[in-house]
C-alpha cells in the first residue's frame, strides 16, 4: 500500500499583513497550507475563508521563543506535512535609537527575523533536497540593502535575511531548489503601528497594497528569482544608492 504524503506551502506571519495575502495566493492555486503566527483566532478565521478542497494546518506559535523552530518542526512530522514551498514571512521592527530601545523586543525581533527563519529553513531544505524540488521565500526590505538609524537592528536584521538567501540560492543551485528574496519598501500593512512609528511618519502613510506586493514575490518565488524588489521606484533609489557614499547614505536615511 502506497503511503502518499501531501506537499504544502508553509507561512510564517500567516496572521495578517503580506503572510495572510500569500496564503490567499496559495489557496487559489489549490495549494495545501500550513499556516503560522502567534494569533490563533485570526489564524482559524483566515483558514475558514479559505477552505475549499484544500488541506490547512494551523499551528498557533510565538516564533521569536527560543526554540520555536524545532517546535514547529515537530508539530509538521506529526502531522506527516512535506513542505514544499516556504515562506519565511514573519518579522517585525522597532523604532528608537539602540541605547533607548527595549532590550527584551531586540532580542525577539532576532529571535524572529533571524534565528527562527535560519533554523526553520535549515530543518527544512533537507527534505526539498531529496525530494529535487522546492521553493522558499525569505522577507527581506529595502532596509536589507542599507542601515537605517533609529531602526539599526530591525535594518540589520534584515541585511541578514538577503545575505543568507543569496548564499543559500547558490548552495542549492542544481538541486530542483530555489531561493527568492523579497525586498520590498513600505507597505500597508501592520508594520508600522507594531514597530511604533507616528501615524504621520512617511512609512506608516505608505498606500502600497499588500496584496500586490504579495502577488509581485509569489510570481518571483515561482519563477526562481533570486533578488524580487516591488515598485520601479525602489529599483532606482536602490540603484542610486550604490554609487553614493555610504555614509551619506546612512544619514539621509535616518527616520
Given at each position: 500500500?502506497?503511503?502518499?504524503?501531501k506537499?504544502?506551502?508553509?507561512?510564517?506571519?500567516?496572521?495578517g499583513?503580506?503572510?495572510?495575502?500569500?496564503?490567499?495566493?496559495?489557496?487559489?492555486?489549490?495549494?495545501?497550507?500550513?499556516?503560522?503566527?502567534?494569533?490563533?483566532?485570526?489564524?482559524?478565521?483566515?483558514?475558514?475563508?479559505?477552505?475549499?478542497?484544500?488541506?490547512?494546518?494551523?499551528?498557533a506559535?510565538?516564533l521569536?521563543?527560543?526554540g520555536?523552530?524545532?517546535?514547529?518542526?515537530?508539530?509538521l512530522?506529526?502531522?506527516?506535512?512535506?513542505?514544499?514551498?516556504?515562506?519565511?514571512?514573519?518579522?517585525f521592527?522597532?523604532?528608537a535609537p539602540?541605547?533607548?530601545?527595549?532590550v527584551?523586543?531586540?532580542?525577539s525581533?532576532?529571535?524572529l527575523?533571524?534565528?527562527?527563519?535560519?533554523?526553520?529553513?535549515?530543518?527544512?531544505?533537507?527534505?526539498?533536497?531529496?525530494?529535487?524540488?522546492?521553493?522558499?521565500?525569505?522577507v527581506?526590505?529595502?532596509?536589507?540593502?542599507v542601515?537605517?538609524?533609529?531602526?539599526?537592528?530591525?535594518?540589520?536584521?534584515k541585511?541578514?535575511?538577503l545575505?543568507?538567501?543569496?548564499?543559500?540560492?547558490?548552495?542549492?543551485?542544481?538541486?530542483?531548489?530555489?531561493?527568492?528574496?523579497?525586498?520590498?519598501?513600505?507597505?500597508?500593512?501592520?508594520?508600522?503601528?507594531?514597530?511604533?512609528?507616528?501615524?504621520?511618519?512617511?512609512?506608516?502613510?505608505?498606500?502600497?497594497?499588500?496584496?500586490?506586493?504579495?502577488a509581485?514575490?509569489?510570481q518571483?518565488?515561482?519563477?526562481?528569482?533570486?533578488?524580487a524588489?516591488?515598485?520601479?521606484?525602489?529599483?532606482?533609489l536602490l540603484?542610486?544608492?550604490r554609487?553614493?557614499?555610504?555614509?551619506?547614505?546612512?544619514?539621509?536615511m535616518?527616520?
Amino acid at each position: 500500500m502506497t503511503d502518499e504524503r501531501k506537499t504544502f506551502t508553509l507561512i510564517t506571519g500567516a496572521s495578517g499583513g503580506l503572510g495572510a495575502e500569500f496564503a490567499r495566493l496559495c489557496a487559489a492555486d489549490g495549494r495545501n497550507l500550513v499556516l503560522i503566527a502567534r494569533n490563533s483566532e485570526k489564524l482559524r478565521q483566515l483558514a475558514a475563508e479559505l477552505k475549499g478542497d484544500i488541506t490547512i494546518h494551523v499551528i498557533a506559535q510565538d516564533l521569536s521563543e527560543s526554540g520555536a523552530a524545532q517546535k514547529v518542526y515537530k508539530r509538521l512530522q506529526q502531522l506527516r506535512v512535506d513542505v514544499d514551498q516556504l515562506i519565511n514571512d514573519a518579522g517585525f521592527g522597532d523604532y528608537a535609537p539602540l541605547a533607548r530601545a527595549s532590550v527584551a523586543r531586540q532580542e525577539s525581533m532576532i529571535g524572529l527575523n533571524i534565528t527562527t527563519l535560519t533554523l526553520l529553513t535549515a530543518l527544512i531544505l533537507p527534505g526539498m533536497i531529496k525530494r529535487g524540488r522546492g521553493r522558499i521565500m525569505n522577507v527581506g526590505s529595502v532596509a536589507s540593502f542599507v542601515p537605517i538609524p533609529n531602526m539599526s537592528v530591525y535594518a540589520a536584521s534584515k541585511a541578514y535575511v538577503l545575505s543568507l538567501s543569496e548564499a543559500l540560492a547558490e548552495e542549492v543551485r542544481d538541486t530542483g531548489v530555489s531561493v527568492t528574496c523579497l525586498c520590498p519598501g513600505p507597505t500597508k500593512t501592520g508594520f508600522a503601528r507594531d514597530a511604533h512609528l507616528a501615524s504621520n511618519h512617511p512609512i506608516a502613510q505608505s498606500k502600497v497594497k499588500a496584496s500586490s506586493v504579495a502577488a509581485y514575490g509569489y510570481q518571483a518565488m515561482l519563477a526562481g528569482t533570486r533578488i524580487a524588489i516591488p515598485g520601479a521606484r525602489q529599483r532606482i533609489l536602490l540603484a542610486f544608492s550604490r554609487i553614493i557614499p555610504r555614509s551619506i547614505i546612512v544619514r539621509l536615511m535616518r527616520v
